[in-house]
């Protein structure tokens, strides 16, 4: 009992972390209907920088955890640039060239930080120093553990404030909803797009220190499987959905870490997989995902 | 029309032959060395993939990203068979071709049933997913020889085969793609929703291609497999996917000549260019970058070479006589 009430508090930290990512794609496909496919390089890229950051935060003397604002800032405004160089020109072009175009610079982020960096995995420092916390009966966990998921609540509450009571956030529905309508009632098509990057890769930046944190190996790859199982979340939730996203991400991290302890660990990937392609067929839109009727 | 048919098969088989004999004669005069013989046959089953993939992406308008995926079914496949001597030489890789071809088709309909009858990329990451994960399935058989690879598979391939394999493929697709059925796929990419109406039953005809274009991924797996005598599940990862839709979208979606010319010369380039290997994913990344930003039909477009067209315009008044 107290073996399962371990494994799904994994899958909670887990499941928190997909849902951070999940969210980046889901409102990134809610808005411009594409599959963004170097949201999972963004994480790497996270990871990277805070590496980078952490000597020359620890000789200036400032708290560690600060790197996770560096690295946010820095993936925001990388996502931006994405947006406006390689995917705005091919806004009006069809969705398999935009795709394919996704696919480039998830390849080219890939690449460059390979040569940057060489291919060999780097080990992440600690950076949040606690010890285990006992949460009574002799039940302890991680305080990584307890972070992981304190922050992707705390976040996921203030995503959606900010998507509901904000101006921005309304201007976001309403683009999803049909950019054309939202231009004419003086929405600007541009800006909410370029936000909804700068938020999506920032938090997924996020994700990726939490990530590197109970992880410690970082490689240039490692984003790519992390962003795929993220999307099935995404799909899983109902893409489009934010709420869908929070929930899709936690129940594919309590399902796999149940599967690794108790069928096995190989499998885990495949089961993930099974779960989306039986998503798939019974329920394309998701849990929480709206059917919308085709126009013609 | 029928004899014209006739005729421009004839023509075809004809220049393919000459290309055959001519490189065969280059090979045994020892022009070609013993390691481009090698990266010649890695050319035909590249080709075979591009043209197959090209099926899927450029016609159907899907993009597709685990043709490593049932590449590596087939190779294992066809691999085990060989391997078991069912038929001895030829027969028995023609068998395992076959072999390999079909259960490739299982897996396809497997995953494009569910994903094939919606709207959308979903097939793009499904298919991603699929790729990664039947390489740790491979891995976790006992009867594939595991992370360790399988050992001792017979060499059967060699360039006569893969060549005329390359070219019953190439033939057998174009055909396909000029039938009634190939007509439906590309109205499917052109307009869903105007093929759905005119009658076309959409999921059956993107499941078709789909399904073809695995078939034959699976045909140049055991190709491979029986040519390199080992094999491990970590060749087919995602990278090779990659390769095989880099040679698609920059040889042109939509057309089958592209896709020959653009096998032959992304597999001969980097044995030209020695230390190309590690920017070559990068020079490809921004190859695709480009391409959608400047020229997403590719560099043939929808251009198919045509050999009898070349005929009939040298020579305007036979046209004339023949018709």
Redesign the interface.
């Known amino acids: 009992m107290l073996d399962l009430l371990k494994q799904l508090i994994n899958g909670l930290q887990v499941g928190s972390i997909y849902a951070l990512v999940a969210l980046g794609y889901t409102m990134v496909y809610g808005i411009v209907?594409l599959?963004n496919f170097a949201h999972g390089d963004i994480i790497m890229v996270g990871s990277y920088v805070c590496l980078m950051a952490i000597p020359i935060l620890s000789a200036a003397g400032l708290p560690l955890w600060l790197c996770a604002v560096g690295a946010a800032l820095f993936c925001a405004i990388l996502g931006v640039v994405i947006e406006r160089v390689?995917y705005k020109?091919?806004r009006n072009?069809?969705?398999?060239?935009?795709?394919?175009?996704a696919?480039?610079?998830?390849?080219?982020l890939?690449?460059?930080f390979m040569?940057l960096f060489t291919a060999t995995p780097k080990p992440f420092p600690a950076i949040f120093t606690g010890g285990n916390v006992t949460l009574g009966g002799g039940f302890t966990v991680s305080f990584i553990t307890l972070l992981t998921i304190l922050v992707a609540v705390v976040l996921m509450v203030l995503l959606q404030l900010f998507i509901k009571r904000t101006k921005i956030g309304k201007g976001m529905r309403a683009v999803s909803e049909d950019a054309g309508a939202a231009q004419l009632m003086g929405i600007s098509v541009n800006t909410t797009i370029s936000v909804t990057f700068a938020i999506g890769s920032a938090l997924a930046a996020v994700a990726a220190v939490l990530y590197s944190s109970a992880y410690p190996m970082i490689d240039p790859y490692m984003g790519?499987?992390l962003g795929?199982k993220a999307?099935?979340a995404a799909?899983l939730g109902g893409i489009g959905s934010i709420p869908g996203a929070m929930v899709g991400g936690l129940a594919m991290g309590v399902v796999e870490s149940l599967t690794k302890a108790y069928i096995s660990s190989?499998?885990a990937?495949?089961v993930?997989?099974l779960i989306?392609?039986v998503v798939?067929?019974v329920k394309?839109t998701g849990i929480m995902g709206k059917n919308i009727g085709?126009k013609? | 029309m029928k004899k014209h048919t006739l005729a421009s098969y004839l023509v075809n088989f004809v220049a393919a032959a000459a290309v055959y004999i001519l490189i065969t004669a280059l090979m045994n005069g020892g022009v070609i060395s013993r390691q481009y013989q090698g990266v010649l046959v890695f050319a035909c089953i590249n080709c075979i993939l591009a043209v197959s993939l090209n099926l899927t992406?450029g016609f159907l308008?899907?993009?597709a990203?685990g043709h490593a995926g049932f590449m590596s079914i087939g190779a294992y496949t066809g691999a085990l068979i060989t391997k078991a001597d069912l038929l001895p030489g030829t027969p028995g890789l023609l068998l395992g071709m076959l072999a390999g071809g079909l259960v490739a088709v299982i897996f396809a309909l497997?995953?494009g049933l569910?994903?094939l009858?919606?709207?959308?990329?979903?097939l793009?990451?499904?298919t991603?997913?699929?790729g990664?994960?039947i390489r740790?399935?491979v891995?976790?058989l006992p009867f594939t020889g595991g992370a360790k690879g399988l050992t001792g598979i017979p060499r059967l391939t060699n360039f006569t085969i893969a060549y005329w394999v390359m070219v019953a493929v190439i033939a057998i697709l174009f055909a396909f793609i000029r039938s009634r059925h190939g007509r439906a796929i590309i109205a499917i990419s052109q307009d869903d929703?105007a093929s759905e109406a005119a009658g076309i039953p959409n999921t059956y005809y993107k499941t078709l291609a789909f399904t073809i274009a695995a078939f034959f991924a699976g045909v140049a797996g055991c190709l491979f497999a029986n040519y390199m005598g080992i094999l491990g599940a970590k060749t087919f990862n995602?990278l090779k996917s990659?390769d095989i839709?880099v040679i698609v979208?920059l040889g042109g979606?939509g057309s089958f000549t592209g896709s020959i010319v653009a096998a032959f010369g992304l597999t001969l380039l980097p044995e030209l260019l020695r230390g190309f290997d590690?920017?070559r994913?990068?020079v490809?990344?921004?190859?695709?970058?480009l391409?959608?930003?400047f020229r997403?039909s590719g560099l043939m477009g929808g251009y198919e070479f045509s050999l009898t067209r070349l005929i009939y315009k040298l020579k305007p008044k036979r046209k004339e006589a023949t018709k």
């Open positions: 209907k599959i390689a020109p091919l072009s069809p969705r398999i060239s935009a795709l394919i175009t696919i480039g610079v998830s390849l080219l890939q690449n460059v040569l790519s499987f795929i999307f099935v799909v190989q499998m990937d495949a993930v997989f989306l392609i798939l067929l394309p085709e013609v | 992406t308008g899907e993009i990203l497997f995953i569910p994903v009858r919606l709207k959308g990329d979903y793009a990451i499904v991603l997913g699929f990664e994960i740790v399935i891995e976790a929703i995602f990659i839709l979208v979606m590690q920017y994913m990068l490809y990344s921004i190859a695709l970058i391409m959608m930003m997403p």
